[in-house]
């Protein structure tokens, strides 16, 4: 490739930028789920599906990004998108403050447009790295869904410092600022031409590729078990646990942080032994965790360093799918591809919270119902993983 390095990075950077700042807006309503229950009265159901809605477009959306992304490119698609999410956020103050539940759920749904960025970024970077290095790129990159741990640990003290309608004000303006940064500074890369292809054909080609689907299953579990825990941990440790709502944001935020630093790793090292063992080892791991987990430990120490494993694990395999998707998907569907895979991870974290919403056991404070359906589908995919997908990528020393 013609880039260099310099540009390699202030890209990736920028990119991660903000998929980080999108993702805080994407999660903006999980921190104060409690708050809302509180205000309006919610059941568990209720609750549930107001923190679980976001995701909804945020899943879908991707799709059509990602053939946008092919088109337009990066520099294009970031400012428009981190600009689209600014009156939704505003007018999620505005819905808090007339508690309305049903506007709370439409400016929800449409804030889901933050959360598509995701399809915008992976093609981005991937047009930046060498194939040998997108692992690497990409798990980087997915550094930025540490947007969702901001969320939950600045959201709840901002709101105690300078109240609820001026936090979802400071929230704009810095999407607003970020949109221009990242106009300014953002360019795609010197190898990448805008594929001009028909949508229908493009994404119909998309689809047609079997990494494609499998892909999507994979993430579905690996990236929807991480977002669902990162949009409901809240609500599990106030309901187990009786947290209030800024201590139960910072057990959430190390959660998700946890999830961030290992997601690099995940990459890194398929760069280094290929995708498919660091895969099978992550679900493995969350298979294991979600059953621990389930027994509801009550020893602080031990269920958080639980969680904090299980948070490790989905990180891992996030960073280690996207790798093998990087490596096996050709360039020019790259954008389709990702908006796909990306939006199965999307709805693989809308349905779990609607779930443990719904098996919930009230009088005894129990999730544990919820888990092990997660302790069921992982290793689902860990079979599918070693069983189902028959070539296994090459280390990135291999020749391609």
């Given amino acids: 490739m013609s880039n260099t390095p310099t540009g390699q990075v202030r890209n990736l950077a920028l990119a991660t930028w903000a998929f980080a700042i999108s993702f805080w807006a994407w999660n903006l309503i999980a921190p104060l789920g409690a708050r809302y229950t509180t205000d ?3 059941t568990p159901g209720q ?87 997108r692992g690497f790129a990409t798990g980087v990159f997915g550094v930025g869904m540490g947007g969702t741990a901001l969320s939950a640990f600045l959201t709840p003290r901002f709101v105690a410092w300078f109240g609820y309608t001026t936090t979802h004000v400071i929230l704009a303006v810095a999407l607003a600022l970020s949109a221009v940064l990242v106009w300014k500074f953002m360019s795609n890369a010197p190898g990448w031409s805008p594929n001009r292809e028909p949508a229908l054909p493009k994404l119909i080609g998309a689809l047609k590729l079997p ?85 509801q430990p009550q020893q602080e120490l031990w269920a958080g360093g639980q969680f904090v494993a299980l948070a490790v694990f989905l990180g891992l395999g996030m960073g280690g799918v996207f790798a093998w998707l990087s490596r096996k998907t050709p360039q020019q569907r790259a954008g389709a591809v990702a908006g796909i895979v990306g939006a199965a991870g999307g709805l693989g974290g809308f349905f779990p919270p609607l779930v443990m919403g719904a098996t919930y056991d009230e009088a005894n404070r129990d999730y544990s119902s919820g888990l092990l359906l997660l302790c069921g589908v992982a290793t689902i995919a860990l079979v599918f993983t070693v069983f189902g997908i028959r070539s296994a990528l090459k280390p990135a020393t291999a020749s391609h």
């Fill in 47 to 133: 609750k549930a599906l107001l923190v679980a809605i976001p995701v909804l477009v945020g899943a879908a959306g991707r799709i059509v990004v990602g053939i946008m992304t092919d088109f337009y490119g990066g520099r294009i698609m970031f400012p428009v998108l981190l600009l689209l999410s600014v009156p939704f956020v505003l007018l999620l103050a505005v819905a808090g403050n007339r508690n309305s539940y049903s506007m709370l759920l439409v400016v929800g749904f449409f804030l889901g447009i933050a959360g598509t960025t995701f399809a915008v970024g992976i093609p981005f970077v991937n047009s930046w790295y060498e194939p040998e290095r």
């Fill in 40 to 42: 309006l009265g919610l």
């Fill in 211 to 295: 990494v494609t689907w499998q892909m999507s299953f994979l993430y579905a579990v690996a990236f929807g078990g991480f977002v669902a825990f990162s949009t409901y941990l809240p609500t599990y440790l106030k309901d187990v646990y009786e947290f209030g709502l800024t201590g139960a944001g910072t057990r959430a935020a190390g959660f998700a942080v946890a999830a961030v630093i290992a997601r690099p790793i995940g990459g890194i090292l398929s760069d280094k032994i290929g995708a498919k063992p660091v895969v099978a080892a992550s679900f493995a791991g969350v298979a294991v965790l979600a059953a621990l987990v389930a027994r």
